[in-house]
């Protein structure tokens, strides 16, 4: 099982204060991620664990390769969806559901899609686990970054943001917020906002999250193409169109 050490920023003040991580562990990996995935039942490697993260490739048929994170507490199902831009009048959405049998076993129904203007269908090309992952609600490792000064604990980004560095070995995380402009496509209509992201030095672009549209009425996709943020940004019913917005995210890096 692999592990990603992860101190959680927040906690990071003066000398003295408590110190907590999050530890991600890898409880099951697909043998065969870019192939169809039909219902079957998939079996963890332990139950030591508060959240479940799950990743899924948003469909195996496409040329580019983009990732779908979910999170999910302890001992309950998930419902894994994704908008998928289809159509100039209509939205397709993917949906799988992982159900919870017991802390070391979840059953995976097939993937359908549901059209904005026609009924589901199975369709196990989308969605497709890729890897499960565990982590804890906190670790208390005080005593161990206790002698770290607060310079090598507090370092922030030429922007402003946070970021804050493993001290344990097995490597470190880095968080950065970010942002781009956009024009708002037409109702049922989708935009593509790439951009080009810079890595600290030593360290590789892994994940998008907390992705956010200016409107509540869009339905934003996030994930890491070819080494860039980008987010899929789907206009359900906003009366924004043609107007211009701001999306905002935020860039997760592993150390190399």
């Not at 100039?88 to 549901?114: A, E, I």
């Not at 982590?135 to 005080?142: A, E, G, M, Q, R």
Request: with cysteine; net charge negative; charged share 15%.
């Amino acid at each position: 099982m692999s592990e990603i050490i992860q101190v959680n920023p927040l906690v990071f003040g003066g000398e003295g204060e408590s110190v907590h991580a999050n530890m991600l562990t890898k409880l099951w990996e697909n043998p065969n991620p870019t192939a169809s995935f039909a219902a079957q039942s998939i079996t963890l490697a332990s139950d030591d664990y508060d959240f479940l993260l799950i990743l899924a490739s948003n469909d195996v048929t496409w040329s580019d390769k983009t990732i779908t994170s979910y999170i999910v507490q302890k001992g309950q199902h998930a419902n894994i969806d994704l908008a998928v831009q289809t159509g100039s009048s209509f939205v397709n959405t993917f949906v799988r559901k992982l159900l919870y049998v017991s802390d070391t076993s979840y059953s995976v129904q097939d993937n359908y899609v549901q059209p904005s203007n026609s009924t589901r269908t199975a369709y196990n090309n989308g969605l497709v686990p890729i890897a499960v992952y565990g982590f804890k609600k906190s670790l208390d490792i005080t005593a161990i970054v206790s002698n770290v000064s607060t310079d090598a604990r507090q370092c922030m980004l030429s922007d402003g943001v946070t970021s804050v560095e493993s001290v344990l070995s097995g490597g470190a995380v880095r968080f950065q917020n970010d942002s781009q402009s956009y024009t708002m496509p037409a109702i049922g209509a989708n935009v593509d906002v790439i951009k080009a992201v810079t890595p600290p030095s030593g360290y590789s672009l892994i994940g998008v999250i907390n992705a956010t549209a200016a409107t509540g009425r869009c339905a934003v996709n996030a994930y890491v193409y070819n080494g860039q943020a980008a987010l899929e940004i789907v206009n359900v019913n906003s009366t924004a169109a043609g107007t211009s917005k701001t999306a905002t995210w935020t860039n997760v890096f592993v150390k190399n």
